[in-house]
């Protein structure tokens, strides 16, 4: 009873990380219709940062400050912040196809330097010993896999309550104007540029004290954490629940990381040994078809407030 | 530094070049980046590699052409494996873009275009598995061309054939009806409508012209590195960069983009070491973006 009770807590720990990431693409596509397909760069980048930032000292590679944690997680969403400043900076005033192509790019380069920059990074031993929210208590494991829970639900709602504000408040409202109709909101004084980077870069914070406390979750870090697999995941999370809705990304989340953990669960008892890498991408593969579906015959997805539980807009 | 790296730079900045044609041909006329072109690139090797495959079971073993790794049999196979993958990008559209794209809204396109990319990797995963296959295991000896420089037949072929597909494709989309009838739809499609442009009919012959060329390049790779699922995406930054740096739309621009980068990659092996190399194209990119987003040969965009 108790494995399964810590069992459950892993899962929805591990689903609520998730559910941070699809947050923070809801902010950057769901409400400003930005479109990020290096999702698993930034969330690396906010990993490596707090993991460097807060392992003890370590011989082998720069870093180890030993910082306390939250010191660290609050450095990782602005690093990520600054780095998806910077990627908006420099793409926003072109098409939106410009910022995907960057975005690409910013994932495909940021693995490169997790696994080569070995001083910085360890390389594709990636980052060990980090340390973990409360950790004098992990001689009980059902308090301790709660506790995390606890932390990690708090950091959730927090996120979630702070973007609900957000979207609500006069910047939010910009942001909304400038979605359904760019040149009133434009005649109207505000810079589209400047406030799609806000934007942004909110988002990219937001995925990186994600991937920080991901990182402090398990307390390992390597680059084969942050393939494009993980991108994809996240943007299923966000089609399934619903692009624009807060409530719906946390559902979506939840939704697909059970599919996903479910069908990993059953191809692993089902299939054979030497079978499991091909039942593996059949998964991928049934993602992929999945998000093609919803973007042809629901693109508002399930959870939102347009979707099948959702209230009907009047 | 050794001038070899001016062979190998020219070498896989041709096959950038050829996969960049699509993509600049795509975005200047469907109005997307397509990040499943990579993958047709992929597809395209290993439908030419399972033709190759079927032609050796029915004729038995056939001998390489003068000092090639590969004979007659790749040649037939690599022409149904073009027409395979061109039929692969009409189904995609047919099933999937065509209907997103009836719907206004290009970016859409450009998700379920990353949604389509991933799920054609995974499957060629689950049909070929990801350790990579070869067209011929056999070693070629490479023949010394003076300053330090090297180059195997199979490479020479490969550029030769490389600057026949390019100049095909300039002459076609220079000369021809169809190719005038693609530009004029790039330049401006509700005039090219009105002056009665068949629209589905430059739609298909983008995808064709794209999808073939990107098989042709996923085909050399093979040939000359190794065919895996992921060559496509290894290959898809570098091809954005010089469908970019060459100005979007411009057939002759991404080949020159393509080679740009090609080189660039290949001297920053040399410089700062091999595990930087696909930074290269990244570094491009942005340098492009923020001092001339419209590229080489590039029209301003509106």
């Known amino acids: 009873m108790i494995d399964l009770l810590g069992y459950a807590a892993f899962f929805t720990s591990s689903a609520l990380i998730f559910a941070l990431i699809t947050l923070g693409l809801n902010l950057q596509w769901g409400q400003t219709g930005l479109f990020n397909v290096g999702i698993a760069g930034f969330v690396a980048i906010g990993a490596y940062t707090s993991a460097i930032l807060t392992t003890p000292e370590a011989a082998d590679r720069i870093g180890g400050f030993d910082w306390p944690i939250l010191a660290g997680w609050v450095a990782a969403a602005l690093i990520t912040a600054a780095a998806a400043a910077f990627t908006g900076f420099a793409t926003l005033r072109l098409k939106s196809d410009y910022l995907a192509i960057t975005t690409f790019g910013v994932a495909v380069v940021v693995q490169l330097i997790a696994l080569n920059a070995q001083s910085l990074t360890g390389g594709p031993f990636g980052v060990a010993f980090i340390p973990r929210p409360f950790a004098h208590l992990q001689d009980q494991p059902a308090l301790f896999n709660f506790i995390n829970l606890g932390v990690i639900a708090a950091v959730t709602i927090a996120v979630y309550l702070a973007l609900e504000h957000l979207s609500r408040s006069p910047w939010g409202r910009v942001l909304k104007a400038l979605r359904e109709d760019e040149r009133a909101a434009i005649s109207l004084g505000k810079s589209a540029r400047s406030y799609r980077i806000q934007a942004f870069a909110a988002g990219g914070a937001v995925m990186g004290l994600a991937g920080a406390v991901q990182a402090h979750f398990i307390g390992f870090i390597a680059p084969n954490g942050y393939l494009p697999t993980l991108t994809f995941q996240v943007w299923a999370m966000l089609m399934v629940g619903g692009s624009g809705s807060n409530k719906g990304a946390i559902l979506g989340s939840i939704v697909v990381w059970a599919i996903w953990v479910g069908a990993g669960a059953f191809s692993a008892a089902v299939v054979p040994g030497d079978w499991q890498a091909r039942a593996a991408s059949l998964q991928i593969v049934a993602i992929g078809v999945m998000l093609c579906l919803i973007l042809l015959w629901r693109p508002q997805g399930f959870f939102g407030p347009h979707g099948l539980f959702g209230k009907r807009r009047s | ?302």
């Open chain 2, 1 to 302: 530094m050794n001038l070899q790296f001016i062979v190998d730079g020219l070498i896989s900045g041709s096959l950038i070049g050829l996969g960049a044609i699509g993509i600049t041909l795509t975005y200047a006329i469907l109005r997307f980046s397509n990040f499943a072109h990579g993958d047709f690139m992929a597809w395209g090797a290993y439908g030419t590699l399972s033709v190759v495959a079927a032609i050796g079971a029915l004729v038995g073993t056939t001998t390489p052409i003068g000092a090639l790794s590969f004979g007659w049999p790749l040649i037939l196979a690599a022409i149904i494996g073009m027409a395979l993958t061109a039929c692969l990008a009409l189904a995609l559209d047919w099933l999937l873009f065509a209907r997103l794209r009836d719907r206004g809204q290009s970016i859409i396109v450009v998700m379920a275009s990353f949604g389509a990319s991933m799920a054609l990797r995974s499957l060629l995963e689950f049909i070929f598995t990801s350790s990579p296959n070869y067209f011929s295991r056999g070693i070629q000896m490479a023949i010394p061309m003076g300053f330090g420089v090297r180059i195997t037949p199979d490479q020479m072929v490969m550029l030769a054939t490389t600057v026949i597909l390019v100049t095909a494709m300039h002459l076609f989309m220079s000369r021809s009806q169809t190719g005038r009838e693609m530009r004029a739809y790039s330049q401006n499609p509700a005039l090219a409508r009105v002056v009665g442009i068949d629209t589905a009919r430059v739609v298909r012959a983008t995808w064709i012209i794209g999808a073939a060329l990107a098989c042709a390049a996923g085909i050399m790779v093979g040939i000359l590195v190794q065919i895996r699922p992921l060559m496509g995406l290894d290959l898809l930054l570098p091809m954005f960069a010089a469908a970019i740096l060459g100005g979007i739309g411009s057939v002759p621009g991404a080949v020159l983009g393509g080679l740009i980068i090609g080189l660039s990659e290949a001297a920053a092996v040399q410089l700062i070491g091999a595990e930087w190399r696909a930074a290269i194209a990244f570094a491009i990119l942005m340098a492009v973006l923020l001092v001339r987003p419209m590229g080489l040969f590039g029209r301003a965009e509106r």
